[in-house]
């Protein structure tokens, strides 16, 4: 299944947005916390003009806190980008795992390195229709993910940003302060900010 998200950032406090949610019907449905090791083995080729092209060779070390549960899987994201770098569309493919720490170490067996490490707080915010969820991303600040639950396979890429406008749209319309961005990449931007340093 091909799937499309958005990801904006929040301009203004968590609190303050959700509040605005809350005043029209929205409920909080789930919290979660998820820490994710970024693995590639092309790490040394790595510099500021290839970072996408090093994800997407990359292998993630995801585990997620539900309330008490914890999951723990290897994914794999395949993105499509257009010629300005925006994602397209994403494919994951997803590995159970109840072992991380061995996983990486087969990894580096591999000659697999840590690119870079994301934690984030989310929770996720639902009208019965939509649901957005708050991002509170370490050393980047705070995002909204929407992600379209239809199948965008055979889409057009007319079609796709079609309906990311009118996802963004719709979160506007809800009053929340956001940026003019809709594809803000968690894992990108912590990579430039590192090389950048």
């Given at each position: 299944?091909?799937?499309?998200?958005?990801?904006?950032?929040?301009?203004?406090?968590?609190?303050?947005?959700?509040?605005?949610?809350?005043?029209?019907?929205?409920?909080?449905?789930?919290?979660?916390?998820?820490?994710?090791?970024?693995?590639?083995?092309?790490?040394?080729?790595?510099?500021?003009?290839?970072?996408?092209?090093?994800?997407?060779?990359?292998?993630?070390?995801?585990?997620?806190?539900?309330?008490?549960?914890?999951?723990?899987?290897?994914?794999?994201?395949?993105?499509?980008?257009?010629?300005?770098?925006?994602?397209?569309?994403?494919?994951?493919?997803n590995?159970?795992?109840?072992?991380?720490?061995?996983?990486?170490?087969?990894?580096?067996?591999?000659?697999?390195?840590?690119?870079?490490?994301?934690?984030?707080?989310?929770?996720?915010?639902?009208?019965?229709?939509?649901?957005?969820?708050?991002?509170d991303?370490?050393n980047?600040?705070?995002?909204?993910?929407?992600?379209?639950?239809?199948?965008?396979?055979?889409?057009?890429?007319?079609?796709?940003?079609?309906?990311?406008?009118?996802?963004?749209?719709?979160?506007?319309?809800?009053?929340?302060?956001?940026?003019?961005e809709?594809d803000?990449?968690?894992?990108?931007?912590?990579?430039?900010?590192?090389?950048?340093?």
């Amino acid at each position: 299944m091909k799937q499309i998200e958005i990801t904006v950032r929040l301009n203004e406090g968590m609190q303050s947005a959700i509040k605005k949610l809350e005043l029209q019907g929205f409920k909080r449905i789930r919290k979660s916390e998820i820490d994710d090791i970024y693995m590639t083995s092309k790490l040394r080729e790595l510099n500021k003009y290839n970072i996408q092209d090093i994800l997407k060779k990359s292998v993630l070390l995801r585990k997620i806190k539900i309330e008490s549960n914890e999951i723990k899987k290897i994914t794999y994201k395949n993105k499509e980008f257009d010629d300005n770098g925006d994602v397209i569309s994403e494919q994951k493919i997803n590995l159970d795992c109840s072992n991380l720490e061995k996983a990486k170490e087969l990894f580096e067996y591999l000659e697999f390195e840590e690119l870079i490490r994301v934690r984030y707080k989310v929770v996720v915010y639902s009208n019965d229709k939509v649901e957005y969820a708050f991002q509170d991303v370490e050393n980047l600040g705070t995002l909204i993910e929407y992600e379209n639950t239809e199948n965008f396979e055979g889409k057009s890429l007319d079609e796709i940003n079609e309906t990311k406008n009118n996802m963004f749209n719709e979160i506007k319309n809800t009053g929340i302060n956001i940026t003019e961005e809709k594809d803000v990449k968690k894992a990108y931007e912590l990579i430039l900010k590192k090389i950048d340093k």
